[in-house]
């Protein structure tokens, strides 16, 4: 079973920058692609971005992002921690919400870890 802990998140402001980071702990060996989805209210979980350590179904060091997010958010990948960071930058009110992160030997939700999850909140 992998455990993942994530840190981070807050309140900002719209045009303020966050970053977010996640663990997996466990039988991690088994990690192969890290990402983060997130949850507004009312509204259902959506992928915001993911990245593979190694090659799978995409190239090692690929990463996919939302088309909501990108050129604003940033994954990077730790291989020797089996840690990933979201780096979120330029915020936007639509970008509040609660973010997981979850990992897997692919990136298929059914066959995915979940953490418990950190609050975004973009607000003036």
């Known amino acids: 079973q992998v455990h993942l802990a994530e840190s981070g998140g807050g309140s900002v402001q719209p045009g303020g920058s966050l970053k977010l980071s996640c663990v997996a702990s466990?039988?991690?060996?088994?990690?192969?692609?890290m990402g983060w989805f997130r949850q507004a209210p009312g509204k259902e979980r959506e992928v915001v971005g993911f990245?593979?350590?190694?090659?799978?179904?995409?190239?090692?060091?690929?990463?996919y992002y939302a088309d909501s997010v990108k050129g604003r958010f940033t994954i990077s990948q730790d291989n020797d921690e089996n840690a990933v960071s979201l780096q979120m930058n330029d915020l936007k009110p639509e970008d509040t919400g609660m973010y997981y992160c979850a990992a897997g030997r692919v990136w298929r939700i059914a066959s995915l870890s979940w953490g418990q999850g950190t609050q975004v909140t973009v607000s003036s």
């Open positions: 990245t593979y350590f190694s090659a799978s179904y995409f190239a090692a060091g690929s990463t």
């Open positions: 466990g039988s991690a060996g088994n990690v192969n692609t």
